[in-house]
């Protein structure tokens, strides 16, 4: 039923929409505005919403770094695998892990010979056994023993060339780690192997003691009565991945296809764990490459704190569009909220996984739906102080507000979707969520915002709009003060560039250069000095807010494979710490080299994709003044984020991107007031132009830089650590790219390029 009503729903908003784009009445197109959102907020509400067990919930399921959970990124052997190895192996771990009792795990193929794990709720304490269930080959096999395998053994003597010497029972330590008991001799080749297994389950002998049953299928139940009756009186030895689990002797013909597994003092825990692995057996080994958890009490926590952090951003940038533009912040209040339902209606309708980057894609959606609002209450302003009627005003700046609004967004949107493109897992969360938030914004802006107005007009006129406002009537010489700029810029570079050269390798995180991330909480604090000592010069120990902000967390990098160690070693020396895991990522060193390689495409093509759209939608000197302006920003975020003594991630790469795009965004408003002079003015020098298009700008330049820090800045404030580092290149990139839009993308333009004039300098839209 509410599928149907979503359908219908969808279908009337779509017809609405055709419909008020091709109306020209106003009074009709203020109805058709009116039921257009109307039927994108009852599409999204009955997407977001649901009634469920008495209980009103939100459809919007929660990703690992907020619900808690493992994810195994496990590579294949071999180079060249079939794509029926690879959905064998899909289809192996599915039953696997389903075996387990997991709530809707997600496995899926992840190119030709690698595939993700996501185990949602899975404690650091579940993570240890999944990781031995994805790793276990279990090649079953049933070889005959070598009639004198003690005397074999004993003497030394060099074995028959169709025999070999397995390890034999494996016991286990105090610390849990399997010892093998001895050797045996046995045939090289299998007698019978795991492929005729039909089901294997965990029981108990006449002891009580665990054993695993296996049973045959019809041809495997065959050949092993066949087997057993002519192997009468002798030894039998059943090999699990080149192991000798038992051995025992063949006293009659097993004929009812069952045979079972003992010995090495297994536990019911283990019987189970062989049973699901026998009856699931992997044909090709694999190799876990990347290994992410966080422990549900965290995932909690960064629940708490990415929502805290949108409401106090969603507050502070509604609250400053009320002051500042009273009425008008009204109607931008409204278009928010409208905003916020759309997106996350959307979210919810696509099936769409929230994590703490998505969380922050919300956030930086708040920012960049006001920037759109602010453009066009700022295009009113000025029509209204060339002494244009109300009417009129709101209408002109509309129409001529819609040029750099869609310019800045179709930029960002580029840089999302090689995000989205060359990313993984919460990377294309936060790019999807990123684009989705600048269609909302845009709907919000451009259909909300304007039929408020033409309603507040139509049936209660305004007879003014009164706003303040902070800058006007500026004459800064700002083409003037290009030198100066530059040469602060090229310091900028420069220092830039040399924090990179120096800090090498310790500049990437191990996202880029593989190794262990371990993060610990503990009820007493260890000085950095003495965990160093404890772990030796390979680890880096750093302590951190945690994700309420309101204590400390240890994070130990370590080389890959060797956080587990760490961690041990922690707990041995420094008893009173209590220390205890809440977070363990593991990246391979092949991983790492592949996301090194993936961020930089993303980075080209990106600046790539923005380059041609600007020059195809102004000049090619347009195009490389935003260019220049996007890596002048880039270099010097890097610069300074490596200052702080910060390492790149994967998510701080979404974040350079994120930078690309509101970088553009800004230098858009300048350069489409640039070419709005040029189209009317053939004889004013350029450097005037440039100036007096810079100085009309500022204050919408300031104002969308202002309202997107103040929610990136409680992002960064309430966030938590999980967001820290994002939040913190975000709030570098807003500062760099403000300061370039004015500085650098303007003056590169005047220098290097030859810009039109007339009215061929702005192309049709």
């Known amino acids: 039923m509410i599928q149907a009503l979503i359908l219908l729903a969808s279908f009337a908003f779509l017809v609405f929409f055709i419909w008020y784009l091709v109306a020209h009445s106003e009074q009709g197109r203020r109805w058709l505005a009116l039921l257009l959102i109307g039927a994108a907020l009852a599409v999204c509400g009955l997407s977001l919403f649901s009634f469920r067990d008495g209980h009103w919930r939100v459809n919007i399921k929660e990703g690992l770094d907020l619900k808690g959970g493992s994810q195994f990124t496990i590579q294949l052997a071999g180079d060249n695998l079939k794509a029926e190895n690879l959905d064998q192996a899909v289809e192996v771990i599915r039953k696997r892990i389903d075996a387990q009792g997991v709530a809707e795990p997600i496995i899926q193929p992840l190119g030709s010979n690698r595939i993700l794990v996501q185990i949602p709720g899975a404690s650091e304490k579940d993570k240890e056994l999944y990781r031995a269930q994805l790793q276990r080959v279990a090649k079953l096999e049933f070889r005959m023993v070598a009639p004198d395998s003690e005397r074999l053994l004993a003497t030394q003597e060099p074995l028959p060339y169709d025999y070999e010497a397995l390890p034999y029972i494996k016991e286990k330590d105090a610390q849990g780690q399997a010892q093998p008991q001895g050797f045996i001799v046995v045939k090289k080749r299998a007698a019978l192997g795991g492929s005729f297994v039909r089901s294997a389950f ?18 495997g139940k065959t050949r092993f009565g ?3 009756s002519d192997n009468i009186g002798q030894r039998m030895a059943i090999v699990l991945d080149g192991e000798v689990y038992s051995a025992p002797v063949i006293k009659t013909a097993i004929v009812d296809g069952n045979c079972e597994i003992s010995g090495g003092n297994m536990k019911r825990e283990e019987a189970m764990e062989l049973a ?94 006001v920037d759109a609002n602010v453009l066009i209450f700022e295009r009113i302003r000025e029509e209204l102080a060339h002494h244009a009627d109300l009417y009129h005003a709101i209408r002109a700046g509309f129409s001529k507000a ?47 915002s304007r039929a408020c107005f033409d309603w507040l007009q139509a049936y209660r006129p305004l007879q003014s709009l009164t706003m303040m406002q902070f800058i006007k009537d500026t004459k800064i010489p700002f083409m003037g003060l290009k030198w100066g700029a530059a040469a602060l810029s090229v310091v900028l570079l420069a220092g830039s560039m040399l924090t990179f050269y120096e800090r090498g390798h310790r500049a990437y995180g191990v996202d880029f250069e593989g190794g262990d991330l371990l ?36 994070a130990i990098r370590t080389p890959f494979e060797k956080g587990e160690a760490a961690e041990r070693v922690l707990q041995e020396k420094f008893p009173q710490a209590e220390f205890k895991r809440l977070q363990l990522d593991k990246v391979s060193a092949i991983i790492g080299g592949e996301f090194r390689v993936k961020a930089a495409i993303a980075l080209g093509l990106g600046l790539l994709g923005i380059f041609i759209y600007v020059m195809l939608r102004f000049e090619s000197a347009y195009a490389v003044g935003a260019i220049v302006a996007i890596i002048h920003d880039i270099i010097i975020t890097l610069g300074v984020y490596a200052v702080l003594g910060n390492e790149l991630s994967l998510v701080t790469i979404g974040a350079l991107l994120t930078i690309a795009g509101y970088s553009i965004n800004d230098t858009i408003i300048v350069f489409d007031r640039i070419r709005e ?16 298009a810079i100085n009309a700008t500022l204050s919408r330049t300031l104002l969308t830089s202002g309202t997107t820090l103040l929610a990136v800045l409680a992002l960064f404030v309430f966030g938590g650590m999980v967001i820290h580092d994002f939040a913190l290149m975000l709030l570098l990139g807003i500062f760099v790219g403000t300061y370039s839009s004015i500085f ?22």
């Open 402 to 448: 819609f040029s750099s609004i869609l310019d800045a967004n179709v930029t960002t949107i580029i840089a999302s979707v090689m995000l989205f493109w060359q990313g993984t897992g919460a990377i294309q969360g936060f790019a999807i969520t990123l684009t989705l938030g600048i269609l909302s914004s845009l709907f919000a802006a451009l259909i909300v």
């Open 276 to 369: 699901s692995v026998l009856e699931n057996p992997l044909e090709t080994p694999v190799s876990i490459v990347d290994e992410r958890g966080v422990d549900p009490t965290l995932g909690q926590a960064s629940i708490t704190s990415g929502f805290r952090a949108a409401l106090i951003g969603l507050v502070l940038v509604a609250g400053f569009m009320l002051v500042y533009y009273r009425a008008a912040g009204v109607i931008a209040i409204v278009s928010l909220a409208v905003n916020m339902l759309i997106l996350l209606g959307l979210l919810a309708q696509l099936g769409f996984t929230l994590t703490m980057p998505g969380v922050a894609g919300i956030i930086l959606t708040i920012g960049i739906g």
């Open 519 to 554: 993060t610990l909480a503990f009820a007493q604090k260890i000085s950095d000095e003495e965990v160093r000592q404890a772990l030796g010069a390979e680890a880096m120990p750093q302590y951190q807010k945690d994700a309420n902000g309101s204590s400390e967390v240890l």
């Open 202 to 219: 965990a029981n108990a002998d006449q002891l009580g003691r665990p054993v695993v049953v296996i049973n045959f299928n019809a041809e």
């Open 677 to 692: 002079h040029l189209r009317h003015d053939s004889r004013t020098p350029l450097a005037e132009v440039f100036n007096h």
């Open 744 to 765: 650098i993308a303007s003056p590169v333009v005047l220098l290097f390029g030859k810009v039109k004039r007339g009215v061929a300098a702005e192309p049709a839209n």
């Open 226 to 228: 066949q087997l057993t």
